[in-house]
Nanobody
Framework: VQLVESGGGLVQAGDSLRLSCAAS????????MGWFRQAPGKEREFVGY????????YYTEAVKGRFTISRDNAKNTVYLQMNSLKPEDTAVYYC?????????????????WGQGTQVTVSS
Protein backbone atom coordinates (compact mmCIF):
# COMPACT_ATOMS: atom_id res chain seq x y z
CA VAL A 1 0.00 0.00 0.00
CA GLN A 2 1.17 3.54 -0.72
CA LEU A 3 0.29 6.35 1.65
CA VAL A 4 0.20 10.06 0.88
CA GLU A 5 -0.40 12.66 3.59
CA SER A 6 -1.73 16.13 2.98
CA GLY A 7 -3.31 18.99 4.86
CA GLY A 8 -0.40 20.34 6.85
CA GLY A 9 0.38 24.01 7.14
CA LEU A 10 1.10 26.98 9.35
CA VAL A 11 -1.60 27.87 11.87
CA GLN A 12 -1.92 29.82 15.09
CA ALA A 13 -2.36 28.34 18.53
CA GLY A 14 -5.98 27.37 19.08
CA ASP A 15 -6.66 26.74 15.40
CA SER A 16 -7.64 23.45 13.78
CA LEU A 17 -6.25 21.38 10.93
CA ARG A 18 -7.33 18.16 9.31
CA LEU A 19 -4.66 15.90 7.90
CA SER A 20 -5.51 13.32 5.28
CA CYS A 21 -3.76 10.05 4.50
CA ALA A 22 -4.82 8.68 1.13
CA ALA A 23 -4.03 5.04 0.48
CA SER A 24 -3.65 3.22 -2.80
CA UNK A 25 -3.70 -0.54 -3.07
CA UNK A 26 -5.43 -2.42 -0.30
CA UNK A 27 -8.22 -0.76 1.63
CA UNK A 28 -7.31 1.15 4.78
CA UNK A 29 -9.80 -0.89 6.79
CA UNK A 30 -7.59 -3.95 6.30
CA UNK A 31 -4.80 -2.27 8.25
CA UNK A 32 -4.39 -0.69 11.61
CA MET A 33 -3.61 2.92 10.69
CA GLY A 34 -1.44 5.03 12.91
CA TRP A 35 -0.40 8.64 13.09
CA PHE A 36 3.03 9.66 14.36
CA ARG A 37 4.88 12.94 14.54
CA GLN A 38 8.49 14.01 14.69
CA ALA A 39 9.74 17.37 15.85
CA PRO A 40 13.26 18.60 14.99
CA GLY A 41 15.88 16.87 17.11
CA LYS A 42 13.35 14.48 18.63
CA GLU A 43 12.39 10.87 18.06
CA ARG A 44 9.27 9.91 16.19
CA GLU A 45 6.35 10.07 18.60
CA PHE A 46 3.10 8.09 18.62
CA VAL A 47 -0.05 10.18 18.22
CA GLY A 48 -2.86 7.67 17.78
CA TYR A 49 -4.24 4.77 15.79
CA UNK A 50 -7.45 3.34 14.43
CA UNK A 51 -7.86 -0.42 14.49
CA UNK A 52 -8.69 -2.41 11.39
CA UNK A 53 -12.28 -3.52 10.98
CA UNK A 54 -13.59 -2.33 14.37
CA UNK A 55 -12.43 1.24 13.89
CA UNK A 56 -11.62 1.62 17.58
CA UNK A 57 -9.24 4.48 18.24
CA TYR A 58 -6.54 5.16 20.81
CA TYR A 59 -4.53 8.32 21.47
CA THR A 60 -1.49 9.39 23.35
CA GLU A 61 -2.33 11.40 26.44
CA ALA A 62 -0.95 14.64 25.03
CA VAL A 63 -3.61 14.79 22.31
CA LYS A 64 -6.60 13.12 23.95
CA GLY A 65 -9.69 15.27 23.65
CA ARG A 66 -8.10 17.44 20.95
CA PHE A 67 -7.26 15.02 18.11
CA THR A 68 -9.59 12.57 16.41
CA ILE A 69 -8.76 9.83 13.92
CA SER A 70 -11.41 8.72 11.46
CA ARG A 71 -11.60 6.62 8.35
CA ASP A 72 -13.55 6.90 5.10
CA ASN A 73 -13.52 3.49 3.46
CA ALA A 74 -15.16 4.78 0.28
CA LYS A 75 -12.32 7.27 -0.21
CA ASN A 76 -9.72 4.87 1.18
CA THR A 77 -8.51 7.69 3.37
CA VAL A 78 -7.72 8.15 7.05
CA TYR A 79 -7.98 11.54 8.72
CA LEU A 80 -6.43 13.21 11.72
CA GLN A 81 -8.60 16.08 12.93
CA MET A 82 -6.54 18.34 15.16
CA ASN A 83 -8.29 20.96 17.29
CA SER A 84 -7.01 23.43 19.86
CA LEU A 85 -3.54 23.19 18.40
CA LYS A 86 -0.58 24.16 20.56
CA PRO A 87 2.96 25.21 19.60
CA GLU A 88 4.22 21.90 20.99
CA ASP A 89 2.19 20.10 18.32
CA THR A 90 4.62 21.45 15.72
CA ALA A 91 6.15 18.50 13.87
CA VAL A 92 6.16 16.51 10.70
CA TYR A 93 3.15 14.21 10.85
CA TYR A 94 3.26 10.75 9.33
CA CYS A 95 0.59 8.17 8.73
CA UNK A 96 1.47 4.50 8.73
CA UNK A 97 -0.19 1.16 8.07
CA UNK A 98 0.29 -1.97 10.15
CA UNK A 99 -0.61 -5.52 9.27
CA UNK A 100 -0.37 -6.36 12.96
CA UNK A 101 -2.68 -5.70 15.85
CA UNK A 102 -0.43 -5.41 18.89
CA UNK A 103 1.80 -2.68 20.27
CA UNK A 104 0.41 -0.21 17.78
CA UNK A 105 1.99 2.69 19.62
CA UNK A 106 5.43 1.53 18.43
CA UNK A 107 6.76 2.76 15.07
CA UNK A 108 8.41 -0.59 14.48
CA UNK A 109 5.03 -2.28 14.28
CA UNK A 110 4.16 -0.44 11.07
CA UNK A 111 4.91 -1.79 7.64
CA UNK A 112 4.19 1.17 5.39
CA TRP A 113 4.76 4.90 5.86
CA GLY A 114 3.80 8.08 4.11
CA GLN A 115 6.24 10.87 3.32
CA GLY A 116 4.98 13.18 6.06
CA THR A 117 3.36 16.59 6.15
CA GLN A 118 4.60 19.60 8.12
CA VAL A 119 2.41 21.15 10.80
CA THR A 120 3.63 24.38 12.36
CA VAL A 121 1.72 26.05 15.18
CA SER A 122 2.71 29.59 16.08
CA SER A 123 2.07 31.09 19.51
Amino acid sequence: VQLVESGGGLVQAGDSLRLSCAASGRTVSSYAMGWFRQAPGKEREFVGYIRRNSGLTYYTEAVKGRFTISRDNAKNTVYLQMNSLKPEDTAVYYCAASEGSDYLNAPGRYDYWGQGTQVTVSS
